[in-house]
């Protein structure tokens, strides 16, 4: 599975953003997916994850303000950012589990997106 994310940049406190990650591969559905970031001297962090029938789980610090969803028809993972606050900024990354969608292990990766959130 190849991932590769798109859409982020740069955005004020408060406003919102829209990533799309885009896997290969015909087994989409099958993956629990997940978006991760990590922030500059930072560990990567796990944001949330949806499985492969759409069942979703987010980190505390996003729930409410973030949306996981995707599209198993156009082999995609979406994450809506609202209420977007400076300490989202990181870059974010999706990725792919044959595992649980909580724990993964996470064996396939897309390359990171920026998004940064100005004061």
């Known amino acids: 599975v190849q991932l590769q994310a798109y859409g982020g940049g740069l955005v004020q406190a408060g406003g919102s953003l829209s990533l799309s990650c885009a896997a290969s591969?015909?087994?989409?559905?099958?993956?629990?997916m997940a978006w991760f970031r990590q922030a500059p001297g930072k560990e990567r962090d796990f944001v949330g994850g949806?499985?492969?029938?759409?069942?979703?789980y987010y980190s505390d610090s996003v729930k409410g303000r973030f949306t996981i969803s995707r599209d198993n028809a156009k082999n995609t993972v979406y994450l809506q950012m609202n209420t977007l606050k400076p300490e989202d900024t990181a870059v974010y990354h999706c990725?792919?589990?044959?595992?649980?969608?909580?724990?993964?292990?996470?064996?396939?990766w897309g390359h990171g997106t920026q998004v940064t959130v100005s004061s």
């Open positions: 990725a792919a589990t044959s595992g649980s969608v909580v724990t993964g292990p996470y064996t396939y």
């Open positions: 949806i499985t492969g029938f759409g069942g979703t």
């Open positions: 591969g015909r087994t989409f559905s099958r993956y629990a």
